[in-house]
C-alpha cells in the first residue's frame, strides 16, 4: 500500500527557513506528480508548489503566487521523496502542510492521489 509520511515541520521565528520532507513508500511503478498543499486557519485546503513529471525533457514546476521567490519544491526520483524549502518565513505561512503524489503501483494499475497526514508549521515571534 502506498503511503506519504511527512517530516520537517516546527515553530519557527519570521525570517527563518524550514525543509519540509515527503517519503513515499509502498509498491510504486511510477510517481507523476507530487505537490505541497497547506491549510491555513479558517481557510481551505490550497497548493502551495507541484512538481510534474515530465520524463526525459523534465517536469513542470508551479508555485503559487504567495510563495514564489520564497518557497523551493525538488524532488529526489531515487528515493521517492519530495522537499519543499521554505525560506524568508512570514507568520501567513503558519498552516498544516500536506504533501501530495499521484502515483501508480503498476503500468496497468489505476492512478492513485494519495496524501499525507499533514505537518504543523508555526512562524511567530
Known amino acids: 500500500q502506498v503511503q506519504l509520511v511527512e517530516s520537517g515541520g516546527g515553530l519557527v521565528q519570521p525570517g527563518e527557513s524550514l525543509r519540509l520532507s515527503c517519503v513515499v513508500s509502498g509498491n510504486i511503478f511510477h510517481i507523476y506528480a507530487m505537490a505541497w498543499h497547506r491549510q491555513r486557519p479558517g481557510r481551505q485546503r490550497a497548493l502551495v508548489a507541484s512538481l510534474t513529471d515530465g520524463g526525459s525533457i523534465g517536469g513542470t514546476v508551479r508555485y503559487d503566487d504567495d510563495v514564489k521567490g520564497r518557497f523551493t519544491i525538488s524532488r529526489e526520483e531515487e528515493k521517492n521523496t519530495v522537499f519543499l524549502q521554505m525560506d524568508s518565513l512570514i507568520p501567513e505561512d503558519t498552516a498544516i502542510y500536506y504533501c501530495?503524489?499521484?502515483?501508480?503501483?503498476?503500468?496497468?494499475?489505476?492512478?492513485?492521489?494519495?496524501w499525507g497526514q499533514g505537518t504543523q508549521v508555526t512562524v511567530s515571534s
Open positions: 501530495y503524489a499521484s502515483v501508480k503501483e503498476t503500468s496497468t494499475g489505476p492512478l492513485l492521489r494519495m
